[in-house]
T-cell receptor
Framework: AQSVTQLDSQVPVFEEAPVELRCNYS??????LFWYVQYPNQGLQLLLK??????LVESINGFEAEFNKSQTSFHLRKPSVHISDTAEYFC????????????FGRGTSLIVHP | GAVVSQHPSRVICKSGTSVKIECRSL??????MFWYRQFPKQSLMLMAT?????????EQGVEKDKFLINHASLTLSTLTVTSAHPEDSSFYIC????????????FGPGTRLLVL
């Protein structure tokens, strides 16, 4: 079985500052990794994913995440955040060649202050 | 991109009544859909896996007679909360894997259920 650890339950940051949301996983087999964003009272939206290939993946709104196999991490970064980035962010992992049912981390609340 | 809808977005019902929530994949076929429950400030808890044309697979601790799941077509799954009680109040989210390239789940917008 796999597991996901999001070490920070809440990350406050000022607008235009850089941010990193940490995600570590454990699995005995190869994995797919995902970051989802959830705005208040809404479902989850896929932000970015790592399936294979380049370990650095990017989203259309400036976020990026790097798959680090040796450290079993998939941290999410953005060099300059906006107020509108305030949301809950979930890291998830699923195993390759399986049913693709993801295991979610507990979530990190990103709070961007003006 | 792949779009998943849920209906209703919000429902309030009296204790003891049943509530049906629909999950639809709008632009793709999904042989498998998933139902999650999310408590405030917490992560998603997988309740069951809905398979088109067969019985749903429930996670441990989820009452299958209380949370009835029907996956009647490749684009529709329903979750019926039977004899709802206040403790069933929650945010219910469905997701779906496209039949092709199904390593990514696409989520619906969620349904807020409040049982009085």
């Amino acid at each position: 079985a796999q597991s996901v650890t999001q070490l920070d339950s809440q990350v406050p940051v000022f607008e235009e500052a850089p941010v990193e949301l940490r995600c570590n996983y454990s699995s005995s087999v190869s994995v797919y990794l995902f970051w989802y964003v959830q705005y208040p009272n809404q479902g989850l939206q896929l932000l970015l994913k790592y399936l294979s290939g380049s370990t650095l993946v990017e989203s259309i709104n400036g976020f990026e995440a790097e798959f680090n196999k040796s450290q079993t991490s998939f941290h999410l970064r953005k060099p300059s955040v906006h107020i509108s980035d305030t949301a809950e962010y979930f890291c998830a992992v699923s195993t390759t060649g399986g049913s693709y049912i993801p295991t979610f981390g507990r979530g990190t609340s990103l709070i961007v202050h003006p | 991109g792949a779009v998943v809808s849920q209906h209703p977005s919000r429902v309030i019902c009296k204790s003891g009544t049943s509530v049906k929530i629909e999950c639809r994949s709008l632009d793709f076929q999904a042989t498998t859909m998933f139902w999650y429950r999310q408590f405030p400030k917490q992560s998603l808890m997988l309740m069951a896996t809905s398979n088109e044309g067969s019985k749903a697979t429930y996670e441990q601790g989820v009452e299958k007679d209380k949370f009835l799941i029907n996956h009647a077509s490749l684009t529709l799954s329903t979750l019926t909360v039977t004899s709802a009680h206040p403790e069933d109040s929650s945010f219910y989210i469905c997701s779906a894997n496209p039949a092709e390239g199904g390593e990514t789940q696409y989520f619906g917008p969620g349904t807020r259920l409040l049982v009085l």
